[in-house]
């Protein structure tokens, strides 16, 4: 009989090895799928249960030391079960007529993780010894105690040493002191009952024992009762309840979400949290992304409590095709198989506050430095406003127009424009005339004050200039390259000057990158790669439309002079801005915007290195702000703050202008625009495309009484 059980058993482990490499495969179900930076620091982490990662070499060498003295002293020396234990727990289980003492290796504690079955009988010590004999024939002994030390339970959630060594010291293993090591090693055999948290008075007794067994031993003598007390000290003032969940830490909530939503398309009907152990690598900044949300939370509730930001009801009518689409879009994005909005929007809606859209670009690449999607991340706020919304963007979107027109040549910087009130006639005989905001007309200006001004009326010429076809190629060009996307949502008509064309925050700091990268606009990609659990890459960047934006991966929009002039014309309107009362001195190439009614405010600002959106807003366009939400008094503060935080930190290295080496300077007549003459007395420098020099040479007599009222037109209005 004892021949016929031994053969069983044996033929066992010989089954039992072919099902190894499929069972250390669902050990890798749940271990965390972190998303790393640039530089390959953590910036979150998604997962249903945490699960260790570490290297066997990470950890230190006393912690190995500690826990095989504890749990395993025969380790390197047995394979796989250790005979005299077994024995000894048998005599004393049988004088003790229950089962009081188990005698499992550190092999079998793994086998017995992989199981899953904690029932103490014999059929499960049968399956457990064949399984840990397998193990051995398979795997080495560091890959055994490594996979061990990454999976055992240490109880509140942390399963690993260094899940362990996070949760209940939130250090480094390396920072650990040996009385911390020896507390987490004393863990596995009863990670509840020996619980520091929970029950401190077991967990002390349970580390008297060991400390006893050390001495016996002669080992690490130098330990100290009175460092453990200080060490429960520590304990005593965090909740027996707390978890690893509890002191989840996400500094991109956006982000991890976005991630979440790329790494379902991937793997279609695969569950992400089960397969785990995903490595995404971003592009992202972790310095800059972790100060975003705070900054904005912060910033939002301070203009609110202000009074910068008033919550008004601009009208009670039925809902509009874009109050209709956004509720289905706010539908299609639900992220928690749950309705993140009620069904109707009404003013007594205290969940819709007010939100804020921040996202960041590197010119020259495309990569995203950071993204922020909303006032805070939680479960009835997941919308991601930087890359999902689409709203109104005012007269941000008159750098891209006035850009448009200079590279056709139909304008140039020194370009005359008559800033007075414009009627046009339309279908049916309704007239349109576009507003300055405040009602002021200034007269006959240059291009570069209209542009620093924002002036609708000059920009509506502008685009009357430009014309239909010209509108429709740069458009075409900046926001709409794919046919399909351009037939929904380009529409050509003057108002297009305004900004009433929905673009994302995201799309507009692209667009802004034209200027800072010779007129190249690179593919903005967040997502590097992705590689699964077993290392294999399963995404590359640009492998899919990441952003559904159906753009190339690079493409020229405008020319590199036209780049040059736009940088010198946006310098200004950047100074202009508000972008000072953020705090920031430096220069910036940027452009606010604020739509009807005050219910969109804008920012987009540029620099060499960095290319920034800032929309503020309420996602129901039924509300305003109010009189003092424009862009300037909200958004492009906003931007300072952020961008004087970034440079006090030296979070990314400051780079300065280009010197102008495509346009051509040109010494103008302030009056005429055209080449200064001999008797111009107020001049300026500006650049011009060397295919379209300034009309002529200015040869006006400006000592002339009769030129003294060309600022007629300012009192006409």
């Known amino acids: 009989m004892f021949i016929v059980v031994f053969a069983y058993f044996i033929a066992g482990i010989?089954?039992?090895?072919?099902?190894?490499?499929?069972?250390?495969?669902?050990?890798?179900?749940?271990?965390?799928t972190k998303i790393l930076d640039r530089n390959g620091n953590v910036v979150s982490e998604i997962f249903q249960k945490r699960t260790s990662t570490l290297r066997l070499k990470d950890y230190p060498e006393d912690m190995v030391s500690i826990l095989l003295n504890i749990e395993d002293q025969k380790f390197f020396s047995h394979s796989g079960i250790d005979y005299f234990a077994i024995l000894r727990a048998i005599t004393k289980n049988i004088i003790t007529f229950r089962y009081k003492q188990g005698a499992s290796t550190i092999t079998q504690q793994l086998a017995r993780i992989i199981i899953d079955d904690r029932r103490k009988s014999i059929t499960r010590k049968i399956r457990e010894a064949q399984l840990a004999f397998a193990l051995e024939s398979i795997l080495s002994k560091e890959e055994i105690l490594e996979t061990y030390m990454n999976h055992v339970y240490l109880g509140h959630?942390?399963?690993?040493?260094?899940?362990g060594i996070k949760f209940y010291f939130r250090k480094n293993p390396q920072e650990l002191s040996r009385e911390e090591i020896l507390l987490l090693a004393s863990l596995p055999s009863a990670p509840n009952k020996y619980s520091p948290l929970k029950n401190p008075e077991d967990s002390y007794k349970r580390i008297l024992s060991i400390l006893s067994m050390f001495r016996n031993r002669g080992i690490y003598p130098g330990l100290q009762k009175e460092k453990f007390l200080s060490i429960y000290h520590s304990f005593s003032t965090r909740s027996p309840n707390e978890t690893v969940f509890g002191v989840r830490e996400d500094i991109a909530p956006y982000v991890t979400e976005h991630v979440r939503n790329i790494l379902s398309q991937i793997e279609g009907d695969k569950n992400i949290y089960e397969s785990g152990g995903y490595t995404v690598e971003t592009t992202l900044d972790r310095n800059m992304q972790e100060m975003i949300g705070p900054m904005v939370r912060s910033y939002l509730a301070k203009s609110v409590r202000s009074g910068k930001i008033q919550k008004r009801l601009i009208r009670k009518t039925p809902d509009t095709v874009e109050e209709r689409s956004i509720k289905q879009l706010f539908s299609d994005v639900s992220l928690s198989n749950e309705l993140l909005w009620e069904a109707d929007f009404t003013e007594s809606d205290k969940e819709n506050g007010i939100q804020a859209a921040v996202v960041c670009v590197e010119p020259k690449t495309g990569q995203i430095l950071f993204l922020h999607g909303g006032e805070e991340f939680n479960s009835k706020n997941q919308f991601n406003r930087a890359i999902q919304m689409r709203r109104q963007t005012g007269s941000s979107i008159k750098a891209v127009l006035y850009a448009s027109a200079i590279d056709s040549g139909v304008i140039q910087a020194g370009t005359k424009i008559l800033d007075a009130p414009l009627y046009y006639r339309g279908g049916g005989g309704k007239e349109w005339s576009p507003d300055?905001?405040?009602?002021?007309?200034?007269?006959?200006?240059?291009?570069?004050?209209?542009l620093i001004k924002s002036k609708n009326t000059a920009a509506v010429q502008v685009a009357?200039?430009?014309?239909?076809?010209?509108?429709?190629?740069?458009?075409?060009?900046?926001?709409?390259?794919?046919?399909?996307?351009?037939?929904?949502?380009?529409?050509?008509?003057?108002?297009?000057?305004?900004?009433t064309l929905e673009i994302s925050p995201l799309e507009m700091a692209s667009a802004f990158t034209s200027f800072m990268n010779e007129?190249?606009?690179?593919?903005?990609?967040?997502?590097?790669?992705?590689?699964?659990?077993?290392?294999?890459?399963?995404?590359?960047?640009?492998?899919?439309?990441?952003?559904?934006?159906?753009?190339?991966?690079?493409?020229?929009?405008?020319?590199?002079?036209?780049?040059?002039?736009?940088?010198?014309?946006?310098?200004?309107?950047?100074?202009?801005?508000?972008?000072?009362?953020?705090?920031?001195?430096g220069e910036v190439v940027g452009k606010t915007g604020?739509?009807?009614d005050y219910?969109?405010?804008?920012?987009?600002?540029?620099?060499?290195e960095l290319s920034m959106s800032i929309w503020i807003g309420y996602d129901n366009p039924k509300y305003g702000m109010g009189s003092s939400g424009l862009g300037g008094a909200l958004a492009a503060p906003l931007w300072g703050e952020i961008v004087e935080r970034i440079d006090r930190n030296q979070f990314i290295v400051k780079q300065k202008f280009p010197v102008p080496i495509h346009a051509k300077p040109h010494r103008i007549c302030l009056l005429t625009g055209k080449d200064a003459g001999p008797q111009c007395t107020a001049t300026s420098s500006e650049l011009f495309l060397s295919e379209y020099p300034p009309d002529g040479i200015c040869t006006e007599d400006h000592k002339n009484p009769n030129l003294e009222n060309r600022d007629l037109m300012k009192n006409l209005y």
């Open 594 to 596: 604020t739509t009807n």
């Open 519 to 585: 007129g190249n606009v690179k593919k903005p990609y967040l997502i590097k790669k992705i590689s699964n659990a077993r290392g294999i890459t399963i995404y590359q960047a640009n492998e899919l439309d990441e952003f559904k934006l159906k753009l190339p991966k690079d493409r020229q929009v405008i020319r590199p002079d036209t780049a040059e002039v736009m940088i010198s014309l946006l310098k200004d309107s950047g100074r202009a801005s508000g972008v000072r009362n953020g705090g920031y001195t």
């Open 157 to 163: 959630g942390a399963f690993g040493f260094g899940e």
């Open 464 to 499: 009357e200039k430009l014309g239909y076809y010209g509108i429709e190629t740069y458009f075409t060009k900046y926001f709409f390259p794919d046919p399909e996307e351009k037939k929904h949502r380009f529409r050509g008509d003057l108002s297009l000057a305004l900004g």
């Open 14 to 32: 010989f089954e039992v090895q072919k099902e190894v490499p499929g069972l250390l495969t669902q050990l890798t179900k749940n271990i965390p």
């Open 599 to 608: 219910k969109d405010a804008w920012f987009v600002g540029a620099r060499p």
């Open 436 to 450: 300055n905001l405040g009602g002021t007309y200034d007269g006959e200006i240059s291009l570069r004050t209209a």
